[in-house]
């Protein structure tokens, strides 16, 4: 856990290749390979959990090549392939889904960059904003990054293909039509927006923000209703049961269950696309959860157990 303000930094976020690359680049050693990685593994994981820190615990180790194994016949001069990553199989094949983490570490850092307006068909609209953060300074751009970051995991596991909106490796934003517009360009066949609320204490609870019926510019929501209705209620039930949170107690009248036609992601959306508020950051029971590492993997777990059942898997 961490309560700082710092941006996670692109290092740390890329912290697992060297590894990795270490273990390619020596293809031709792949029998030393093979008796010094679980050491060198072991080590590593040491190195991990007693670290621990920063944007590391944003992604559980994904320890790849040892599982895969070296191949025991050190005969090919040219690096192997990275290990094929799961192929989805039946109903998940070939899905795309677009995960969006709201806001960006950066974005208080250039307000008059996300003040700009955007069109969002229906309004005019903020690029984006700030997003909350818990009374302690743990910030909810920090906790979207590190939850989508954890659901990709999840779903890559599965097969399916992953695009994040942006991993905090830009300065601020992406605007909100631009989020849009990633769901839309990529085909997603599902798009979550990973959010934290931020109202008064006492707030507390998760709720599903789904796209009301609108028109006007680029923006028809017509075909999007039904589908991220049923992305939204298959998400809020699976996340409910993996974090044993309660549908948010301050509105949505006990479902978890909001529509909103104000919000661009929404609007601007072709594909079935829904909002998650995972809890109140101002709220003190709420941000002990929004804070662990742990609850955020189940919180990933809940979220993905819900996209996967509303693909079909
Ligand atoms: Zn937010």
């Not at 680049?25 to 093979?34: C, I, K, N, P």
């Not at 090549?65 to 005969?75: E, I, R, Y």
């Not at 919000?263 to 072709?270: C, D, F």
């Amino acid at each position: 856990m961490r309560y700082d303000d710092s941006p996670p930094s692109p290092e740390s976020a890329s912290s697992v290749s060297p590894d990795r690359r270490w273990f390619t680049r020596r293809s031709g050693l792949a029998v030393g390979a093979a008796v010094l990685a679980p050491t060198l593994l072991a080590g590593w994981v040491l190195v991990q959990l007693t670290t621990g820190a920063g944007a590391d615990d944003a992604r559980p180790p994904r320890i790849v090549m040892p599982a895969a194994g070296p191949s025991p016949t050190p005969s090919s001069s040219a690096a192997p392939a990275a290990p094929a990553a799961p192929q989805a199989k039946g109903p998940l094949a070939g899905k795309t889904v677009v995960i969006d983490p709201g806001h960006n570490t950066g974005n208080f850092k250039h307000t008059s960059e996300i003040d700009k307006k955007v069109d969002i068909g229906t309004n005019r609209k903020e690029c984006d904003t700030t997003g909350t953060t818990t009374n302690a300074g743990y910030m909810e751009a920090e906790f979207t990054l590190d939850v989508s970051r954890r659901l990709r995991t999840v779903l890559e596991a599965k097969g399916l293909k992953v695009v994040l909106t942006h991993e905090a490796d830009r300065a601020w934003g992406p605007c909100i039509d631009e989020r849009a517009r990633i769901g839309n360009e990529a085909a997603a066949d599902a798009v979550v927006s990973v959010h934290a609320d931020g109202v008064s204490s006492g707030n507390r609870g998760y709720h599903i923000i789904l796209p009301a019926k609108v028109k006007g510019g680029a923006a028809d929501t017509a075909k999007i209703v039904g589908p991220s209705r049923d992305l939204g209620e298959r998400i809020g039930s699976n996340f409910a049961r993996t974090t044993g949170s309660a549908p948010a107690n301050y509105l949505g009248s006990g479902t978890g269950l909001v529509v909103r036609d104000d919000l661009g992601g929404l609007n601007l959306s072709t594909r079935p696309k829904v909002f998650i508020e995972c809890g109140n950051m101002r709220d003190a029971k709420d941000a002990a959860l929004l804070t662990s590492p742990e609850w955020r993997q189940k919180a990933a777990q809940g979220i993905a157990d819900g996209i996967v059942g509303f693909l079909g898997g």
